[in-house]
C-alpha cells in the first residue's frame, strides 16, 4: 500500500511539474556549490520523507544532475549524498517505509519504532553535514578505487 501510494505521490509530481519549480529555485544557489548542496539535500529530505526512494531516484535525478553539474559539482559526490538522502527519507515519518515495516514485523507502535530511530536519524544527519561541508570525505576514498 504504501509503495502504491508513494507511486501515485510522485505522478502527482510529475503532473503538477514541481520538477521544473525546483530547478528556479536553486538557479540562484548555483555560485555557491556549498550553499547549493545544503538546498538539494534539504529539498531531498523533504521529498523523502513523502516519497519511497525509487520514483524519488526517478524523478529528481534528471532534474538536478544538469544543476548540480553546471555548478561545478562532483557527480560521485552529488551521488553518494543524494543515496545518504535518501535513506534519511525512508527512516522520517510520516511516511518511513522502513519504520512501517518494522513497525509490522515487530508489532509495536509507530511512534515507538520513531523513538527508537532518532539516534540514528540524527547521527545519519551529523554525517550528511559533514559529507556536504567536506568533499574530501567522499572524494580521497573513491579515488582510491579509481585507480
Not at 47 to 69: E, Y
Not at 87 to 111: Q, S
Amino acid at each position: 500500500f504504501l509503495v502504491a501510494a508513494a507511486m501515485v505521490s510522485a505522478w502527482l509530481i510529475t503532473v503538477a511539474d514541481i520538477p521544473s519549480a525546483m530547478v528556479g529555485l536553486l538557479e540562484p544557489l548555483m555560485d555557491s556549490p556549498t550553499l547549493l548542496l545544503i538546498a538539494i539535500m534539504l529539498l531531498v529530505i523533504a521529498v523523502g520523507t513523502a516519497m519511497d526512494m525509487t520514483p524519488t531516484i526517478l524523478i529528481l535525478t534528471p532534474v538536478l544532475m544538469p544543476i548540480v553539474k553546471a555548478a561545478g559539482i562532483d557527480p560521485v559526490y552529488f551521488g553518494v549524498l543524494f543515496i545518504m538522502n535518501n535513506a534519511i527519507g525512508l527512516i522520517t515519518p510520516p511516511v518511513g517505509t522502513v519504520l512501517n515495516v518494522v513497525a509490522g514485523v515487530g508489532k509495536m507502535k509507530m511512534d515507538e519504532v520513531t523513538r527508537g530511530v532518532l539516534p540514528f536519524m540524527t547521527a545519519q544527519f551529523a554525517v550528511m553535514f559533514l559529507l556536504v561541508l567536506f568533499p574530501s570525505l567522499v572524494m580521497v576514498p573513491a579515488r582510491w578505487f579509481a585507480q
